[in-house]
DNA sequence: CCAAAAGTGTTGGTTTTACACCCATGG
DNA sequence: CCATGGGTGTAAAACCAACACTTTTGG
């Protein structure tokens, strides 16, 4: 930041935000894409994403676009990463800063014009994708495993109110592991970061019926200390 | 990234790289500053960085900033965050990528250029920075600090060869904390991350020479799983 | 009363912490 | 022989992993 001259509107590069967003849905980890209805890529699933306008965060961009594609608001929003290879994108250089985002499965989505097709597509079977967007699914899935372990943003793959149970079954589906109920309670209930309600839920079909958690808001970093599931 | 059509030259951000480079020196936690020859903020320190070029990688050009003005190269670099603000630069939109780098303390720097004064600072006793260098370098410090729990990156602030004590020291200095001399060692012996030289170093002045070690080059990510200083 | 899901403790092994003395060298 | 810094082991506490049965409900 020192050179003396901002440069000349020909050699700057356009910014975009691109978001993954995940969500446990079908007992399967998905992220929602879209299919380009314009070229480069016409028709290849793509994340959802654009550009930044002149006077707006970046934040703010990511969340705009995400509420135009995909309808999607008031949710757990985290910058990734900057990719900015020169040729990454056909028509020139753009710059892309890549956000990750969380929601739980309840949360409606719906397409921004009625030429772009949203689907939820598994992780494990991914179409081939736009520009170097397969790059940035993969650092984002890599980053979420990785926050799952050390911190507590798995809540943000469920509902405000969710039994024990649902809120293993999500971290088995994003490790893509099993772990030990008896151990998952315990270390989460001591955690100190779930508030129990007096409701409960009836299963489907038979079962005793679960307590119902909240997630204590203001503790998203709290528990950084010690990894949740070694 | 899915707007039909890339930004008209009109309303694209400049995007520059901001480099935030770390060294132990002096028995302390450094980084390197420079003193803007030009406005906005002239006079002001601020961590060495400049603008992208149109075709060249992110990370090239925060090397070809750091070896411009300040000589370092070859060098642990790594994307940090980036910072768009929209105001955060008084000339325009200014979309910046920032880094973070360790260098041994060893390695010499220079100026790129007569008028720009360059100057290793505590990050304890910091001037006021230009922009939002100071957000950067706050951000740069949290993140080095993690790292160096978590990972061995901590070898990129010594040379090649160095003893134990020396690797211990520089940890307890960017921790900010003393650590366990034979807890450390074992830790560090344990995690299988060093060879043993033949060579020792004489300590200066009395005492009994130092074994000297290397770090196993191909190491620096392995050791994640756990905490190296719980 | 059967099936289904919720809920609950203990034990053994491993890891981590805390802690103090002897060794090699130079002056 | 003294001062300086290098080098080493052990025991108690904390933490983690593995493991099976009882409770509540609906059909």
Redesign the pocket.
Known sequence: MTEADIPALGERPAVSVDVVIFSVRAYDLQALLLRRPTPPFRGRWALPGGFVRPSEALDDAARRELQAQTDVHDVYLEQLYTFGAPRRDPRGRVVSVAYFALIASEVAIRAGSPEVELSWQSIYNLPELAFDHADILRYALQRLRYKLEYTSVGFELLPNEF????LQTAYEIVLGKEL????F???MLEAGILTETAR?R??????????LYRYKKNAVHEVKA??L??
Chains 1, 2 share one sequence.
């Not at 039994?163 to 649902?166: D, S």
């Open positions: 039994t024990l149970t649902e030990d109920k008896r151990n309670r315990r270390r409960y009836e299963s489907e079909g038979q079962g005793r019926p679960a307590r010690r990894r599931f070694p």
